[in-house]
């Protein structure tokens, strides 16, 4: 079992950066694809971005492309996102997830992710 944990959310005014880190308990986590999803209140969880295992590639939805990154640091065993610009309309509940199929694009779909942190709030105001 991995257990992930994500920290360094906050309150932040819009256009200001804010960078969150995914913590994992093993090692193991770094042969896992990565994903990190949001929850605003009242919506269903969406895909943010995504991350594969060798930390080469990623993916990210139209609404944080050009503004998110991703990168991951499998000495430390984490994943971040990088977070610029950010909006109102970014304010959610976010979470990173680990999907252990090996050798496969990681996945958008939350539904394909078999581990989850308990995620970190971001709030930005106007």
């Known amino acids: 079992q991995v257990w992930l944990t994500e920290s360094g959310g906050g309150l932040v005014q819009a256009g200001d950066s804010l960078r969150l880190s995914c913590a994992a308990s093993?090692?193991?986590?770094?042969?896992?694809?990565m994903g990190w999803f949001r929850q605003a209140p009242g919506k269903e969880r969406e895909f943010v971005g995504t991350?594969?295992?060798?930390?080469?590639?990623?993916k990210y939805s139209d609404s944080v492309n050009g503004r998110f990154t991703i990168s991951r640091d499998n000495a430390k065993i984490t994943v971040n996102l990088q977070m610029n610009s950010l909006k109102p309309k970014d304010t959610a509940d976010y979470y990173c997830?680990?999907?252990?199929?090996?050798?496969?694009?990681?996945?958008?779909?939350?539904?394909?992710?078999?581990?989850w942190g308990q995620g970190t709030q971001v709030t930005v105001s106007t």
């Open positions: 997830a680990g999907d252990n199929v090996v050798g496969v694009p990681p996945p958008t779909a939350s539904k394909k992710y078999d581990y």
């Open positions: 093993k090692r193991t986590f770094n042969s896992y694809n």
């Open positions: 991350i594969d295992a060798s930390g080469t590639s990623t």
